[in-house]
């Protein structure tokens, strides 16, 4: 069975500080994908980043970057710079390989980032 | 761009009633799936569709039916509701059911029973 492992249930910085969301995941598969996305308070999930599970680059985007280690199963999404708009909810997400992904993904239950002014 | 429209936004129903909630996309996507997102339980699979007449239990399936005539549209039906099924329910959609493609989610109907 899959797991995805989001420690942190809210996390409240001031406005400008770096945050680091943690994300720990388990699986027997040996090919995988990782995602994560924002859920802002109006409701609606946006796709942030998708990683596989042979490509263990880290990723950066903008003020948004990414940490992907299979040697401890974590895939940390740090925000720099953070600002009141990154406030939301944010969800790892993970989709095994084994009959073709159509298991769809297993989600973590989210972190709930507060961004003060 | 439409991608994936769910109907309706809100919303509530009478223990026992029946219901059914609508997703329809127009991207031509083969996999299309239901979650449903209660407080502190993130996202949970209830049942998936891999192309038109296919679908599968996820997760959570007990008490929702699913069926997929068309590529286009995947409902989600509640036949005898409960107040256990008081939640957030989101269908998403990707281009096959292979894993490198993320899904595409709807903007959620917000299911509340009495």
């Known amino acids: 069975a899959q797991k995805v492992t989001q420690a942190q249930t809210e996390i409240s910085v001031v406005e400008k500080e770096d945050v680091t969301l943690d994300c720990v995941y388990e699986?027997?598969?040996?090919?995988?994908?990782l995602f994560w996305y924002k859920q802002p308070p109006s409701g609606e999930l946006v796709f942030l980043i998708r990683r596989n599970s042979f490509d263990e680059q880290n990723e950066i985007s903008g003020r948004y970057s990414w940490n992907f280690q299979k040697s401890t199963s974590s895939f940390n999404f740090t925000i720099t710079a953070s600002q009141v708009v990154d406030s939301a909810v944010y969800f790892c997400a993970l989709r095994g390989n084994s009959g073709g992904g159509a298991d769809g993904l297993t989600f973590g239950k989210g972190t709930h980032l507060i961004i003060q002014p | 761009n439409a991608g994936v429209t769910q109907t309706p936004k809100f919303q509530v129903l009478k223990t026992g009633q029946s219901m059914t909630l609508q997703c329809a996309q127009d991207m031509n996507h083969e996999y299309m799936s239901w979650y449903r997102q209660d407080p502190g339980m993130g996202l949970r699979l209830i049942h998936y569709?891999?192309?038109?007449?296919?679908?599968d239990q996820g997760e959570v399936p007990n008490g929702y039916n699913v069926s997929r005539s068309t590529t286009e549209d995947f409902p989600l039906r509640l036949l005898s509701a409960a107040p256990s099924q008081t939640s957030v329910y989101f269908c998403?959609?990707?281009?096959?059911?292979?894993?490198?493609?993320?899904?595409?989610f709807g903007d959620g109907t917000r299911l509340s029973i009495l």
């Open positions: 998403a959609s990707s281009v096959k059911s292979t894993s490198t493609q993320p899904q595409h």
């Open positions: 569709s891999v192309g038109a007449g296919i679908t």
């Open positions: 699986t027997r598969d040996t090919t995988y994908y």
